[in-house]
């Protein structure tokens, strides 16, 4: 959901940067995009190895709530996100989300891209214990769709998107709009890499934005 149909991750790494910053550690823009969509626990132990697990802890609760209070109220959809997912549901395809956003941003984000319609199953951060590259979500995701993972195709934005789905042998997509580049993503194990939502309706509707 995040960076792949909400424009949001130059927002969530701004969020991070500010609350980092705030607590006395100077973490550059360019290491927090290199771990952007990866596990927060994860993430944090990389950047801060010598700091107390309760601090971190501390750090991922203030950078949520700093999020939301200053950031997500902002977020926009990517273009086109609703004709893509429109699209995909009149040719017989379902859809389902996983991300690893708290259920209370998902819900936000699905009201600001009005595709919740367009949704068969979701499965968000409060489902599991550990975020991507772990596979959790993504076997939620298929659980829900109630469909093996050479039935299923998914689409991600970042490396850690694809490092879990190949764990279920789950083919993969990926786009740019989450910052990473093209040999980041297909270095993780995207099959394909796509620049926008336009380019992933013509490649599944050829149906031209």
Request: charged letters at 20%; proline letters at 5%; a negative charge.
């Amino acid at each position: 959901m995040e960076g792949t149909l909400i424009d949001c991750v130059p927002a969530i790494l701004d969020s991070w940067h500010d609350v980092l910053g705030a607590s006395g550690f100077e973490v550059s823009r360019s290491d927090l995009q290199r771990l952007s969509g990866r596990d927060t626990d994860q993430m944090l132990e990389q950047l801060l190895p010598k700091t107390p697990a309760a601090t971190r802890q501390r750090v991922a609760d203030e950078q949520g709530q700093h999020y939301r209070a200053r950031y997500l109220g902002n977020v926009t959809a990517v273009y086109g996100v609703r004709d893509l997912l429109a699209e995909l549901r009149e040719t017989g395809k379902r859809v389902a989300l996983a991300t690893s956003c708290q259920r209370d941003e998902l819900d936000h984000y699905l009201a600001v891209a009005r595709c919740g319609d367009l949704i068969d199953h979701s499965a968000c951060g409060d489902d599991v214990r550990r975020g991507k590259p772990h596979p959790g979500l993504l076997w939620l995701a298929l659980y829900g769709l109630h469909l093996p993972p050479a039935a299923a195709v998914a689409i991600g934005d970042s490396p850690y998107d694809a490092k879990a789905a190949a764990q279920l042998h789950l083919p993969t997509l990926g786009v740019l709009t989450g910052g990473f580049s093209a040999a980041d993503l297909l270095g993780s194990g995207c099959t394909e890499v796509l620049a926008t939502v336009s380019d992933l309706r013509r490649h599944f509707t050829g149906i031209l934005p």
